[in-house]
């Protein structure tokens, strides 16, 4: 399958057969879809609202109606923000920690 649509659906139905001949139920469908691609939004107004010795708290803006829209900027599934992070004195040795966000 070509496609040149970022994340567009597809149904897709698999049907048995071997030498007995076809399954005897009628496969099910779902729903596929193709590719997934860099997204062209992303959040704005990231600011650092407070922060302690172990947690800090991350305030951002981001256009909620992107999400679950067909041919969204999003390009692809929503799963939310991946936030990278390092101690200060190591980031030279690019130890970095990620933490998956997800906000709506």
């Known amino acids: 399958m070509v496609t040149a649509l970022v994340y567009e ?14 399954a005897s139920t009628d496969p099910a469908t779902i729903i596929g879809y193709s590719y997934e691609q860099t997204p062209t939004v992303s959040p704005t107004n990231f600011s650092v609202e407070e922060e302690g010795d172990t947690y800090a708290i991350f305030r951002w803006e981001f256009e909620t109606s992107e999400v679950g829209k067909y041919q969204s900027r999003i ?6 923000f991946a936030i990278i992070f390092w101690e200060e004195m190591i980031r030279s040795l690019l130890q970095e920690n990620t933490t998956l966000v997800q906000t709506f």
């Open 9 to 22: 659906p597809y149904e897709i139905t698999i049907r048995s057969i071997n030498s007995l001949g076809d």
């Open 75 to 80: 390009r692809g599934e929503f799963k939310g």
